[in-house]
């Protein structure tokens, strides 16, 4: 079972901080052969979503407001637990949170073009054509309600 927690940047424990830069370098650096300033300034304004299963952060996304719209990014889930639905909960806990906190914002992502069709389940389509950021295919999504 996964225990799911919201923080802003400042709740954060220094364990859970090490944990989310951890797996995100792991997972967007590292697995991803990308090189580039992973930690940014967003971190310290965005809501931050951990998943805990026996004690190991599982899965992550961070979200946050940026110009005219609510986003989130950053998503992750471990790859010790892919393939069972934990990405599913994830977008649950990540819709929850825009609700709560942004409930009147239109949300646009910028998901990469290898994901498009999970967000795609979620009621996000895409937006415009495909372009690179940090030398990786993305495409900007918007939520349909």
Do not use: C, S
Request: no cysteine; glycine share 6%.
């Amino acid at each position: 079972m996964v225990t799911w927690e919201a923080k802003t940047f400042a709740e954060l424990t220094a364990k859970e901080f090490y944990d989310v830069f951890y797996e995100r370098i792991r997972t967007f650096v590292v697995a991803q052969q990308r090189i580039y300033q992973e930690l940014d300034a967003v971190d310290k304004t965005a809501r931050h979503l951990l998943g805990y299963q026996g004690g190991k952060l599982v899965a992550y996304a961070r979200v946050f407001r940026t110009d005219d719209h609510a986003t989130f990014g950053r998503v992750l889930t471990v790859p010790e637990v892919r393939g069972q639905g934990l990405g599913r909960q994830l977008m649950q806990q990540i819709t929850t949170e825009l609700a709560r906190h942004f409930a009147d914002q239109p949300v646009v992502i910028e998901a990469q073009v290898d994901k498009q069709g999970f967000y795609e389940k979620f009621n996000y389509m895409p937006v415009g054509q495909p372009f690179l950021f940090q030398h990786t295919p993305h495409i900007k999504m918007q939520r349909r309600d």
